[in-house]
């Protein structure tokens, strides 16, 4: 590869892989339009027939619309594999989040560990999912016991992170 094609190539895993950080903001903080721009208008997302099976924006709008009713949540991705071909690639992203819900006066946490098998496109210069396949490979919920409080940050724009970063590249 020439030197320019490996700069390119360092680029476009770079915007690829800031589109998975976004995907898990926006689920976070539940801003759905920056979970849309991770997403090709025309995109599918597979998180299972339990789960659910439709449109990449779609499944933002789902999770965004189910999330409010938790206490936290926390999203991290870690062990990004990204193949390049052109306009196009496929990753596989290892995850891990954590929910926090209350049921019958309890804090419950859902701690989940998988994979997004994602297909991407660049089109008109912005990487965007095509096809997301979400692979669960476990699961388990437990009572949280509390080691002490800390400030929490808020489930929307309003969060510290959006003025702290407004401004800067």
Not at 37 to 66: K, M, N, P, W
Not at 161 to 169: I, K, R
């Amino acid at each position: 590869m020439s030197e320019a094609a490996d700069l390119r190539a360092l680029l476009d895993k770079q915007a690829i892989t800031e589109q998975l950080a976004s995907y898990c903001r926006a689920v976070d903080r539940l801003d759905i339009p920056l979970g849309h721009q991770v997403f090709h208008e025309d995109a599918t997302a597979d998180y299972g027939a339990d789960l659910f099976q439709g449109s990449g924006r779609g499944v933002i709008d789902f999770i965004c619309a189910s999330h409010p009713h938790t206490v936290n949540h926390s999203h991290q991705i870690s062990n990004s594999a990204i193949a390049l071909n052109g306009d196009e690639a496929s990753s596989e992203t290892y995850f891990h989040s954590a929910t926090r819900i209350m049921a019958e006066g309890k804090l419950i946490q859902i701690p989940v560990y998988g994979r997004y098998l994602d297909r991407w496109a660049r089109r008109e210069g912005r990487w965007a999912i095509t096809a997301r396949k979400t692979i669960f490979d476990f699961d388990e919920t437990r009572d949280v016991v509390h080691t002490e409080r800390h400030e929490q940050g808020a489930r929307d724009r309003t969060d510290p992170s959006y003025a702290f970063l407004e401004g800067h590249p």
